[in-house]
């Protein structure tokens, strides 16, 4: 079992940066690809950012690239998700996934998740 904790939400305005972190307790972290999603309110579960466990692949959906970046410390097992430029579109809860495999783009490859952590982005 692999337990994950998101952090770091809140509100914010538009343009504005905001950093997430999920910390894992259980197996071995550095042994799990790690991912990011996000739901918005009568929408489904979408990928944002996953990063693998150890050969540092790193995957961005394309309404994120060059706004937010994805890094983990194995030392402290925390993913971290830094978003710069919010949107408003941005407002969602994000959610931390931890996969055995390798970093995938779908959450039905994910086997463990956070409860989510709430970001609204104001205009």
């Known amino acids: 079992q692999v337990q994950l904790v998101e952090s770091g939400g809140g509100l914010v305005q538009a343009g504005g940066p905001l950093r997430l972190s999920c910390a894992a307790t259980?197996?071995?972290?550095?042994?799990?690809?790690m991912g990011w999603f996000r739901q918005a309110p009568g929408k489904g579960r979408d990928f944002v950012a996953a990063i693998s466990s150890n050969d540092g692949r790193i995957l961005y959906a394309d309404s994120v690239k060059g706004r937010f970046t994805i890094s983990r410390g194995n030392a402290k097992n925390t993913v971290y998700l830094q978003m710069n430029g919010l949107k408003p579109e941005d407002t969602a809860v994000y959610y931390c996934?931890?996969?055995?495999?390798?970093?995938?783009?779908?959450?039905?490859?994910?086997?463990?998740w956070g409860r989510g952590t709430q970001v609204t982005v104001s205009s």
């Open positions: 259980g197996r071995t972290f550095s042994d799990y690809s």
């Open positions: 996934a931890a996969a055995l495999g390798g970093p995938g783009l779908s959450r039905y490859e994910y086997d463990y």
